[in-house]
Each structure stands twice: as C-alpha cells, then as structure tokens.
C-alpha cells in the first residue's frame, strides 16, 4: 500500500520549522498558545459580560447575577449569539464582496462569466428575466437581486426555497426563517445589548435564524456566484503541504478567503510577460501556492497546490522561500506582519477590512484588481533576488489530491455510473441507494478549522480515517479539507483505507472517499447535496444518515456554521467546547433543546475516538430508524 504522509511526519517538519523561528528569535502560535495557557474560565464558560460599561460583570457562586440582574444563562446566552454574528457577518460580506465583483464582470475585463449556464440558472431561481439576454446584463441584474438580499424590507431570504418544504415550515413554524441578512445580525446585536433579550432559548433560537441567515444567505450567494464568475469547480489534480513551496521559482502565497484577489494575482502570473520577467530574474518561473480557504478556492477551480491550513500560516513564512504574501480577509495572523520582516518576504493586505501592521497595501477592488495584480506580482518578482538560498528550508512531505468536488461535479461523476437506466441521471439516486443498501453506511460533512487546544490536524485526520474505514463517506471543505488532502486522504489511492463497500463505490465512480467540496462559505454546497438527497429519497433531512463534524473549530463563523447546519437538520458533532458551559441552560439548549426545537443538536466530545465513535453510533441509529 501507499505510503501516506503521517501525522507525526508533518509534525517534525513543523518543529524543524519552529526551530528556525525560535533562532530568528521570533514568535510563533506555539509559544504564544504557551504564554495564553490557562485561559480566563470566565470567558471559557461564557459568563463574563462587557455589553456595558456598569461591568464587566462576572457569574461566580457570590454573585450570581451581573448589575442589571442578568443571569449565567442570558449571559451565556448573549455571548453566544455575538459570536454567531461574527461568523454570519464575515462569511455574509465575503458573499456581498462577491456580488459587487459579479456587478462588474464584463468579457473585456479580468472578472468575466465562465459559467453562463449557472448564471442562467440561477437567475432564473431570482425571477430575472433571462431570454434572449446578453449574460452581462443578467450578470449584473443577478448581482443587484442579491444585494438586495443583504436589506430587503419584507418576505425572506430567496435560498431558503431550495431547503425541502418540512424544513422551510419548520423555520417558519418556530419564526426563525431569515429575512434579511444584515437584518438579522443587526438585530442580534440590538437583542444583546443591555437591557434587551434576556431568555436564553430566543437567544438560541436567534442564533440559528442568524446562522441561516449565512448558510442559505450570504455564503449561498458567495458560493454560487463565484461559481458563476471563476467557474463551478470540476474535479482536478493538486498537491498539498509545505513542500509545494518551489525552492527555484518565485513563490506567492494567496491567503484569506474572497476568490476575486486570488483568482486576479493567479491570472496575472499566468501570463507570459510575467513568467518572463521572473526567468530574467533568475527564477525558474512562478509558484502561486494558496493557504486556508483561498487554498481551497483556488485549488477548486486551477488545481493550484495547497500550501496548508489555518495553524500552517506562519510555517509557509518560516521556510524562508515566500516572497510574498497576498491577503484579503479572515483567519490572516497579525503575527504574519511582523513574521515577514524576518524574512525577505513582502506581506500584502488588499482590504481596507484587513490592513496588517508591518505590512504594505495594496487596494483590489473590481474596478482596479487587473493592475493591482500586475503591480503585486511584479513585486514578488522584484523580491526575488532578496531570497537567502541559505535560510531555505522547505519540508519535503506532501501528497497528490483530486479536489473540486461541487455538487455539479459530483453528479455528473454518479452518472458515469448510470448510463443504463437514464431515470437516475442527473439525480443523486446511486448515492441514495448505495446508502439504503448499507454499501456506503452515510456520509459526513467534515468542516472546520485548526486549534491549538488540541493536536494540530490530529483530530481531522484520524477521524476521517476511521469513518471511511467504516464505510462512511466524506465531504470536506475549510481547513479540514486541506488536513485530508495533506495526509492523502483525497488520492484515488484513499480507497485502500476504505472499508470494503466505500471501497468498492469509489473504484465504481472513480472518486477519493473524501471529497473536497470547498472553502468554508462552500459548506452552503453541502446545504443543497443534503437537501436533494432527503428530497429525492422522500423523507426529511433529519433521519438522514448524515452527520456534521468540526473536531478543531476556533472560528465565530465556525459557531455560525454550526448554527445553519444544526437548523437545517444535522446533528454536529464537535470536538471544542462552545463557550457556554457556565450555563446548564444553554448547554441544554444547544444539546437536546435544539433536538427538540429543530431535529438535531450538537454532540460535544473532546477525546477524538470518542467523537468519532459516536458517529458511527450515530449513523447506525439513524439507519436503524429508517430499517435500513
Ligand atoms: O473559513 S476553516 S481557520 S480558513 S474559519 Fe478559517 Fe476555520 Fe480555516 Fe476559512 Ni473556515
Ligand atoms: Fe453587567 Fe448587565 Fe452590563 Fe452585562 S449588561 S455588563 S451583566 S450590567
């Protein structure tokens, strides 16, 4: 059998890497994860407030209610609630940056439509007026229609109508159906303010409209929409971890999440009057390498290798190989700053959402990113002579992966299956009767990020392991996705970790057992594939043998994700501790109170076997229900 890069090798590259940190003197998210041990158990257990200035208040056995006599559970409760806010506002924006690059694609210009269909069909779901149109004209009426969707006065959001019909009345049953998606998380924000919200379970039940509000609003539209732009990914050859780093060519990495940066310097940098320019400097060419879900949105659609995940962002620096840096917004490090004066790398913010001390700016924008892009890679050629040959070091593990599996991609692979009985094609049928006849067991919506409270990837990685061995397919996307594509996960090779059924399927349609599926905003592709599989199958997304995980989450958008998915039906399974356990009340509610809400909760379980345990258990039991 293949050898597959383990866990403990990709941890000796990283310590190596950390070595050279700790000669240069510099720190690293180790050491400062050292320095912050012993975390405020205030603020791990959710109960410290700071909603205004008569605090902050904290929840002690002495002083069991802050000055204004809100209680561990409203406190809880609030917090809770901001931080989905978070999360839903920064996957939202990402949506709402998409759309005004989707108002200014033109075929002259850098941003153009490479998925007319898409266009077409989407606009279409929005009610716009499609027939005998120019496709920049329905572009734009697209994208003025989903910006409408950040504001809109009445009705709800337009997404929620893909969602089966039981789950729509749900929402609309429990008044928790989105309208708007900055309505809502301004209203989350005017709910948590003192003097305002005070019962937990309106709190949670907030949480999840906020929460959809993301899933089947702004990451929906961020998803489909870039889909629409850069094109609906299709499967694609790509490698992942440090070693992709180029010890000969001019390295830039892309990091962040809104494509329409990465996508502009990638094109540049394909061009030949660049490639030229970085010869005539010595170099052998460039390296475009990505890094967290600007990783996974480039990979998705170029097969542009994948340098590495959330808590990799400093090693890429550490090998003194970079030349620049490229970022637009979320998960960057202000560590990355100061990191890169270390080195000869140039760090560069593009956002004036995100702009980083101690590194330069460089504003992309639609109307400007052609030459924004030229100047930043022209940069990063320039830089290229400043390289010192001997502070390289660049680990030399990585793995071959097939990535871009969106829900398109997956379909028309499950017809290659079908040619036989045309009833199924286009449909998701050999998926569902792979799973009634136990062939696959289930399937599992790996997401998520990297956190230092536990072992680096550990977590994503041997319980993805476990669960393919068990028969239980994968679908991936964030820095999840980029663990299993490190560890080969995602190499048609992966089948011979299967169990024999998985197997068996994957050699059939000719896919990896786990599936990439994407960036964190994608996790909306996983929205749509649930729901045609319960809709096809003709019962509720529920009693779908069907589990969400984020085993090393950190992020706000993670918690909002987990809203969605937890709404949408799926219980989530989670291997970090949402801050609320000063709250018997919020723990219930989040747990068996959101069960008894919507369908499903979360399950919450530190030890890794052990959450992975109970998902198989979890999975067996939705089959038993079903007599499957
Ligand atoms: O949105 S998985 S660390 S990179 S938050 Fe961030 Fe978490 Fe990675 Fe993408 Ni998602
Ligand atoms: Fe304290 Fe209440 Fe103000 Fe929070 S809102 S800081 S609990 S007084």
């Not at 992942?240 to 962040?256: F, Y």
Request: glycine content about 8%; aromatic content about 6%; some cysteine.
């Amino acid at each position: 059998m293949k050898h597959f890069t383990t866990i403990e090798e990709m941890e000796s590259d990283a310590k190596e890497l950390r070595e050279i940190a700790c000669k240069a003197c510099i720190d690293t998210w180790e050491t400062r994860a050292e320095a912050q041990k012993n975390h405020c158990k205030f603020g791990e257990d959710g109960i410290c407030c700071r909603n205004c200035s008569m605090g902050p208040c904290r929840i002690t056995p002495k002083s069991p209610k802050g000055i204004c006599g809100a209680d561990a559970h409203t406190i809880a409760g609030r917090n809770y609630l901001r931080f989905v806010v978070g999360g839903t506002a920064a996957h939202s924006d990402h949506g709402r940056e998409i759309c005004y690059t989707l108002a200014a694609a033109d075929k002259d210009g850098i941003y153009k439509i490479k998925d007319e269909e898409k266009c077409i069909r989407v606009a279409k779901e929005f009610g716009i007026e499609t027939e005998g149109r120019d496709i920049y004209d329905i572009a734009k009426d697209l994208a003025l229609v989903g910006l409408n969707e950040y504001g809109k006065p009445f009705g709800t959001l337009k997404f929620l109508e893909r969602a089966p019909q039981e789950r729509q009345d749900k929402w609309n049953e429990l008044g928790i159906a989105p309208r708007a998606v900055d309505r809502e998380c301004t209203e989350s924000m005017h709910m948590t303010h003192v003097g305002v919200m005070a019962d937990p379970a309106a709190l949670v039940r907030q949480a999840m409209r906020t929460g959809l509000a993301d899933g089947w609003g702004g990451s929906m539209m961020g998803t489909e929409f870039s889909d629409i732009i850069f094109g609906t990914p299709k499967p694609v050859k790509t490698e992942a971890n440090l070693a992709v780093l180029s010890k000969d060519m001019v390295n830039i990495v892309v990091h962040g999440h809104d494509p329409s940066v990465s996508e502009a310097v990638a094109e540049i940098a394909d061009r030949k009057e660049f490639i030229d320019r970085a010869k005539a400097v010595g170099a052998k060419g460039i390296n475009i390498v990505g890094l967290c879900c600007t990783s996974n949105e480039v990979a998705m659609r170029h097969g542009i290798p994948m340098a590495g995940n959330f808590l990799q962002q400093e090693n890429a620096i550490l090998t003194g190989a970079v030349e620049l840096i490229v970022v637009d917004v979320q998960c960057i490090f202000p560590a990355l700053g100061p990191l890169s004066k270390c080195f000869h790398t140039k760090m560069i913010t593009t956002s004036p959402k995100a702009m980083i001390p101690d590194s330069e700016f460089v504003l992309i924008e639609p109307s400007n990113a052609e030459e924004a892009a030229k100047t930043i890679v022209g940069m990063a050629i320039d830089n290229f002579v400043n390289r010192d040959p001997d502070r390289v070091f660049i680990p030399t593990h990585k793995e071959e992966a097939v990535v871009g599996y969106s829900c398109e991609a997956i379909i028309n692979e499950l017809d290659g299956v079908t040619n036989s009985f045309v009833e199924g094609r286009g449909t998701w049928k050999p998926l569902i009767d792979a799973i009634k006849a136990g062939i696959v067991r289930g399937a599992v919506g790996f997401v998520g990020c990297n956190n230092p409270k536990v072992r680096s990837d550990y977590s994503h990685i041997s319980m993805m392991k476990e669960l393919i061995k068990n028969d239980v397919i994968i679908v991936t996307t964030g820095c999840a996705a980029q663990a299993a594509a490190k560890a080969g996960l995602m190499s048609k090779e992966a089948r011979d970790l299967c169990g024999e059924g998985l197997k068996r399927v994957c050699k059939l349609v000719d896919i990896p057992p786990v599936l990439h599926m994407g960036s964190c905003v994608d996790i909306s592709r996983i929205l749509v594939l649930v729901s045609e599989v319960a809709k096809q199958w003709g019962i509720n997304v529920t009693q779908l043998p069907v589990l969400g995980c984020a085993p090393e989450w950190m992020s706000e958008k993670a918690v909002s994700i987990a809203n969605y998915v937890v709404a949408s039906g799926i219980d989530t399974y989670l291997g970090i501790e949402p801050q609320v356990k000063g709250s018997s009340q919020m723990m219930h509610l989040i747990t068996d109170g959101a069960r008894e809400m919507v369908g499903a909760g979360y399950v919450i379980e530190m030890d890794p076997a052990k959450l992975c345990a109970a998902m198989i258990d979890g999975i067996e039991k939705k089959r038993a229900a079903l007599n499957i």
